[in-house]
């Protein structure tokens, strides 16, 4: 079973409503990292926080999403107008902040946008 | 900047045989290299990483990888493939972010495989 917990696993949103999903790391994990996957395909990195702080992030991010991670054991994505295309999987992941450390994935949110 | 090439979308072999997906990376310090699996309807599955020593690692379910730094590739094997190995392969490397001292995974497009029986 994932270590990584996220919620909920499935989101239907109409076409300019709010999306918001929740990821908890695992304990003790200082690393946590979204990505978007469309239909199975690449993972599209979102962004990147170490110890509660973002770190690294994707413009489209910027620009209509909203993350945070307000504790160490708990992070938010949120849409603030939701797309058609913003329907996909989206997974957290986390891992212990040091190099080389593999990433644990969550089961991940699938967003529809209808 | 750092970037990771899995040329096939797509194999399909016969259980039985021997598998071998292949990844390419750039990167211009030494690469610490991953493979996860991600099968139908799941997330992602970490098989092994790379980090120094040994050419070759081996990982969960079997799995195994060569790093060649001849030709920067990072081939995941098996042998031999069974049905249940049908799934997608994603190959990452460890890249710095810039202008820190962080890092994070860059994956590769994925290969999707299936095993027929």
């Known amino acids: 079973d994932a270590a990584v917990t996220q919620k909920p696993r499935y989101l239907i949103k109409m076409k300019g409503q709010e999306a918001e999903m929740k990821c908890i790391p695992e304990?003790?994990?200082?690393?946590v990292f979204w990505y978007q996957q469309k239909q199975s395909k690449e993972l599209k990195f979102l962004i990147y926080?170490?110890?509660?702080?973002?770190?690294?992030q994707i413009d489209m991010v910027k620009e209509r999403f909203s993350a945070v991670c307000p504790s160490s054991s708990l992070c938010s994505l949120g849409i603030r107008t939701c797309e058609a295309e913003d329907s996909a999987l989206y997974l957290c992941?986390?891992?212990?902040?040091?190099?080389?450390?593999?990433?644990?994935f969550g089961p991940g949110t699938r967003l529809t946008v209808l | 900047a750092q970037s990771v090439d899995q040329p096939d979308a797509h194999v399909t072999l016969y259980e039985g045989a021997s598998l071998e997906l292949r990844c390419s990376y750039s990167?211009?310090?030494?690469?610490?290299l991953f493979w996860y699996v991600q099968y139908p309807g799941q997330s992602l599955q970490f098989l092994l990483k790379?980090?120094?020593?040994?050419?070759v690692v081996k990982g969960t379910k079997g799995f195994e990888a060569e790093f060649r730094k001849s030709n920067s590739s990072f081939n995941l094997k098996k042998s031999p493939a069974h049905w249940s190995d049908s799934a997608k392969y994603f190959c990452?490397?460890?890249?710095?972010?810039?202008?820190?001292?962080?890092?994070?995974?860059?994956f590769g497009q994925g290969t999707s495989l299936s095993v027929v029986p």
């Open positions: 992941s986390s891992s212990p902040g040091l190099g080389y450390a593999e990433q644990f």
């Open positions: 304990k003790g994990h200082t690393a």
């Open positions: 926080f170490q110890n509660q702080q973002p770190l690294d």
């Open positions: 990167y211009s310090a030494a690469p610490y």
């Open positions: 790379y980090i120094t020593g040994d050419a």
């Open positions: 990452a490397l460890e890249g710095l972010i810039a202008s820190s001292s962080f890092s994070k995974l860059v």
